[in-house]
């Protein structure tokens, strides 16, 4: 279903991958010649991204899940490197500046 919201129809027939990357698990289609050719479901998800956002950061969890929402981007060309994010810590600590 997926599939049909975000690829073309020429896009099935030249060949594709598609990851939908879920909470809990990321599902991979490919495509060639119009049909899905194989399917592989990986059991990591857009959780383990935020679980190691939340570590690497030293922030809570539910704020790193905040931060990947809100600044998360897969193309480079939306990055503003220009842009200072402040990030809650743990504690009575000061936010950081990264």
């Given at each position: 279903?997926?599939?049909?919201?975000?690829?073309?129809?020429?896009?099935?027939?030249?060949?594709?991958?598609?990851?939908?990357?879920?909470?809990?698990?990321?599902?991979?289609?490919?495509?060639?010649?119009?049909?899905?050719?194989?399917?592989?479901?990986?059991?990591?998800?857009?959780?383990?991204?935020?679980?190691?956002?939340?570590?690497?950061?030293?922030?809570?969890?539910?704020?790193?899940?905040?931060?990947?929402?809100l600044?998360?981007s897969?193309?480079?060309?939306?990055?503003?490197?220009?842009?200072?994010?402040?990030?809650p810590?743990?504690?009575?600590?000061?936010?950081r500046?990264?």
């Amino acid at each position: 279903a997926s599939a049909n919201a975000v690829l073309t129809r020429e896009e099935m027939d030249l060949g594709v991958g598609l990851l939908d990357i879920g909470g809990g698990t990321s599902d991979l289609a490919i495509f060639s010649g119009g049909t899905i050719k194989h399917t592989y479901e990986l059991g990591l998800g857009g959780n383990n991204l935020t679980n190691d956002l939340s570590v690497g950061l030293r922030t809570p969890f539910q704020e790193a899940e905040r931060l990947k929402n809100l600044y998360g981007s897969a193309l480079t060309s939306l990055i503003d490197g220009d842009n200072i994010i402040e990030v809650p810590t743990v504690g009575d600590r000061k936010p950081r500046k990264v």
